[in-house]
């Protein structure tokens, strides 16, 4: 079995954790599968995957080269696409990430219109809430809500969203409004942290930055859970302005301390390759760009 279809395979086995299911995905023998794997331990002299009678389990080099085989498996088809002519139809697999929530509500809709588009097209998409390594995940475009470090990707912005406090009607009618946020240190909070740490609320207060740990009664790492808390009457949460933007216009929560708010946090699509990027990729970012820019709950 020459080296390119090896790889093929290895990557079928590594992301269907299954010889058999591998094997029926590139119609193939289950043994030509197993042989393949076999030889390419075997030349690379190391392990790459743990198999018992029930399961297989990449090991954490096979993990690694699981990425590096998918990055040249597509750099190799957008090559052979530039060559033949095909690069300007959308096809092939697209890759995209975006964090859990902002993903459910504003990316995965463009996905599913995109993919409706585009017939020869497919998409894999991973919404978590981490900064994803796109090279070493081997992802095309990331739709991000920060504020950017890394230079050496290409970044469009799209829009923006504010850090906003807010509260019940009901909670706020009980325990008053809070007039600065120091009084939040009187106040029940219910904190979103990603590693559950107590959170720090920073505000600002003309020139002035001013940090405040909230009084927490409930650190979660969902800020739907701590959404759910607030609408309840529970006490004030911090989320971006997208996330209550809903429950604001009904009126079950009511933004506070907006005259503290920091600066708005902006939101990027971005992807590696520039220019020089696949037809799929540049389609895509120029069709998300669009709709989001014309969002108006991404306008701070």
């Known amino acids: 079995m020459d080296r390119f279809l090896t790889l093929k395979v290895f990557v079928a086995v590594g992301e269907e954790q299954s010889f058999s299911a591998a094997a029926r995905r ?31 389990r990449l090991t954490e080099a096979g993990a690694r ?54 017939a020869e097209l497919n998409v894999r998409a991973l919404f978590v809430d981490r900064v994803v390594d796109l090279i070493d995940e081997g992802l095309d475009v990331a739709v991000r809500v920060a504020h950017l470090s890394d230079a050496s990707f290409t970044a469009i912005r799209v829009g923006a969203v504010r850090n906003v406090v807010c509260a019940s009607p009901a909670y706020l009618k009980r325990h008053g409004v809070p007039r600065s946020p120091e009084d939040l240190k009187e106040r029940a909070a219910l904190c979103y942290s990603a590693d559950r740490s107590a959170p720090v609320w920073s505000f600002q207060a003309g020139k002035r930055t001013v940090s405040v740990r909230p ?42 301390l907006s005259e503290f708010e920091p600066e708005p946090i902006p939101i990027h699509v971005i992807h590696r390759e520039g220019k020089r990027a696949a037809a799929r990729v540049r389609a895509f970012v120029d069709f998300a760009v669009a709709e989001l820019r014309e969002n108006p709950l991404l306008e701070a």
């Open 26 to 56: 590139l119609a193939l023998s289950p043994p030509a599968v197993t042989r393949a794997i076999g030889a390419l331990e075997q030349t690379l002299g190391v392990k790459l995957l743990h198999r018992t009678t029930r399961i297989v």
């Open 65 to 118: 080269y699981l990425l590096d085989c998918k990055r040249v498996l597509s750099e190799l088809e957008d090559a052979d696409q530039a060559v033949s002519g095909a690069q300007a139809e959308v096809r092939g697999t697209l890759a995209i990430t975006a964090s859990v929530l902002f993903g459910r509500l504003f990316v995965a809709p463009l996905v599913r219109e995109f993919l409706n588009r585009h």
């Open 215 to 256: 009084s927490a009664r409930l650190i979660v790492n969902s800020q739907e859970v701590a959404m759910q808390g607030a609408v309840a009457g529970e006490g004030l949460t911090r989320v971006l302005s997208y996330q209550a933007a809903a429950d604001v216009k009904a009126g079950r929560l009511r933004v506070i």
